[in-house]
DNA sequence: CGAAAATTTGACATGACTCAACTGGAGTGG
DNA sequence: CCACTCCAGTTGAGTCATGTCAAATTTTCG
């Protein structure tokens, strides 16, 4: 479980055993059911969510009501929402699980109590944010540069595992086309190539 | 010249004046005209620039040739192909100036000795990489859930002295479109509004 | 001024969206 | 085991927006 966790920290952060048990001591571990929310809009964004189990979507509603799907969380990855974390407003998203998911959650509190007592962490979560930003620059770019096609594919090799697991509309929505749009572009991809 | 961004460090971190003279010690001074490349294709990003004057654009070129603009750089803010400057590769992005454009120019060496020796610049590089980032997220959903035109307008109102200075052509790569889609998009929105 | 770039417009083809119906599989309850 | 429902995926037909190619016009820049 924690294991999982700590792997993650040691991947941009050495930390001795006593700074990992402090570290695990701050997280909380919950567990969520399928179709269940982690977040919904409105709501204030109060931890960081490191998912241990699962998948989950993050996702916003626009006017029509449709819905977008910003982001997958898969295990051994961070979600929630920054924005309403940092700025303590509240959030525009939603956030809920696309398979029974187990997180491990820190509050904000934890985390600044965290940074104050081993300096180093703010470092490990400056990488993450870095990390972030530059996937989702490559995602910006990747939009503006390819067809949805083509950006199925990427999806489909970057994420290989994890594809199988997501229903082709959610892909579609994270895609920006609609699950008809996919479904004729992967047929006319399957005949082509 | 300096003072400009002496008064963007302020925004998020305090300085002494000592370490105010150390900052601008570090930060070397340089013109562009317009039209000049600040970084092209295939050339490592070795500096973090900050724009005291003028314009720049950061774009990629595609598969067919086509210019996809990524963002903009007026007075104020930093440019810079995060991407090649961490991980010394070569830039996938071209810099280059709208306008003749003055750049203060920060080397990863000059970074470096400067967290050394003043340890909360790192949390300023930080918050602005977190700034970045949330931008970038809000371009993506803004990309999902709104139209061009709709995108267009949020530009304008977001960016009121600066749109002026951009050719509708460059907005219209960043958007996403082509040049006549968005002149055909403008023409339907001033009929309309 | 003269050249280059930007913008606009037209005509046409292409691609994506919408609405709707149909298929097939997974899960449920009798 | 079967009938039923639910949901993802597919397919069809029609519409609309956008891209492409091309040309005319306006603006900007050297």
Redesign the interface.
């Known amino acids: 479980m924690s294991e999982l966790l700590l792997k993650n920290f040691r991947r941009h952060v050495v930390l001795t055993t006593q700074e990992e048990e402090l570290v695990m001591l701050h997280f909380i571990p919950k567990k969520y059911r399928r179709r269940q929310y982690i977040l919904q809009e409105g709501q204030m964004s109060r931890t960081e969510n490191f998912i241990v189990k699962g998948l989950t979507r993050t996702y916003?509603v626009?006017e029509s009501g449709n819905e977008?799907?910003?982001s997958f969380g898969p295990e051994d990855w961070w979600v929630g929402d920054?924005?309403s974390f940092?700025s303590d407003s509240p959030s525009?998203v939603n956030i809920d699980c696309l398979e029974d998911t187990e997180v491990l959650q820190l509050s904000k509190a934890s985390q600044e109590e965290l940074f104050a007592k081993i300096p180093k962490l703010?470092?490990f979560f400056?990488i993450l944010?870095?990390n972030?930003?530059?996937s989702?620059?490559a995602?910006?770019?990747s939009?503006?540069?390819?067809t949805a096609g083509d950006r199925y594919d990427e999806f489909v090799h970057k994420y290989p595992q994890i594809h199988q697991r997501i229903p082709d509309r959610q892909i579609a929505?994270y895609l920006?086309v609609t699950a008809q749009s996919l479904s004729r572009i992967r047929r006319r991809m399957s005949t082509k190539a």
């Open positions: 916003e626009d977008h799907v910003i920054l924005y940092l525009a703010e470092r400056r944010i870095q972030a930003y530059m989702a620059l995602r910006i770019t939009t503006l540069k390819k929505s920006g």
